[in-house]
């Protein structure tokens, strides 16, 4: 159940980057948005020691049950979410001029149903597309729930220092996923739409050969010291394409309201 809302809140991410690319100008839409991303799944790396030294462990020390210890750390972010989630709908602004978005400034009549989603996936670039950001994002969302349990099973790590080196992943977004949006918005002013799909493709390629050095099957990557440097080139691969992927419907020739068609 826990997993299901974390998953629930994970969507606010899509309206995130959908707010950005009505508070920025198309030129530097790029770097807003992977700013604005990477901060945002900061939190990925953050909540990792958060968790565990600030929360589940003086728990544990002060006589709690770890059974009940990590039920009780769960309501704290849960609070911290809903006060965010209640300020950003009563103090924030849909767009710059604009309390609230209206979509018919868009040309749109009517509210989108769900054929209007099938009819978009018969679109090919919109399939490759969710492919793409399955292997960087969805990649990105695994090791984040993954990484200290590997820590803890490879290396006999205590549960404290694993989740802070899987909380280094995270705390990589503080610059990752801002160089990514830096790289896509010069190379789009240098080489047009196509130089961000370069940029994407060269991101995916490096983050695949980064993903195979650290495959555990291989005895490289069985010490710490050296599997932690391959963290470190792999993290910054698969951080940058889950932000060019969201760059592409901001600077498709058809514009934000296209969806990539």
């Known amino acids: 159940m826990i997993r299901f809302f ?8 899509v309206t995130n980057q959908f707010w950005c690319s009505l508070m920025f100008a198309p030129n530097v839409i790029g770097t807003a948005n992977a700013t604005a991303a990477g901060w945002g799944n900061l939190g990925g790396g953050v909540t990792q020691i958060f968790m565990m030294s600030v929360l589940f462990n003086p728990m544990v020390e002060s006589g709690i049950a770890p059974d009940t210890a990590w039920r009780l750390a769960m309501i704290v972010p849960a609070v911290m979410f809903l006060i965010v989630a209640i300020s950003l709908k009563l103090l924030c602004w849909d767009t710059p001029t604009a309390r609230r978005f209206d979509v018919s400034v868009t040309g749109k009549t009517q509210k989108p149903s769900m054929m209007d989603y099938c009819e978009v996936l018969k679109d090919v670039r919109v399939v490759v597309m969710i492919a793409q950001y399955s292997a960087c994002f969805g990649a990105e969302l695994a090791m984040n729930n993954q990484l ?16 802070a080196l899987a909380g280094s992943f995270g705390l990589m977004n503080l610059f990752a996923r801002s160089l990514g949006g830096i790289t896509s918005d010069l190379l789009f002013k240098r080489f047009g739409f196509r130089g961000r799909i370069w940029a994407q493709f060269l991101s995916l390629f490096f ?9 555990p099957t291989y005895s490289w ?14 993290t910054r691969s698969v951080k940058d394409p889950g932000k060019l992927s969201t760059n592409f ?13």
């Open 148 to 163: 200290a349990t590997h820590f803890r099973t490879y290396f006999q790590m205590a549960a404290a220092d694993a989740s």
């Open 249 to 261: 419907h901001e600077s498709s020739p058809r514009g934000a309201a296209s969806s990539c068609r």
């Open 207 to 215: 983050e695949a050969v980064c993903r195979r050095i650290c495959s």
């Open 221 to 234: 990557c069985r010490r710490l010291t050296r599997i932690l440097g391959e963290l470190g080139a792999y």
């Open 6 to 13: 974390i998953g629930c809140a994970g969507a606010t991410f």
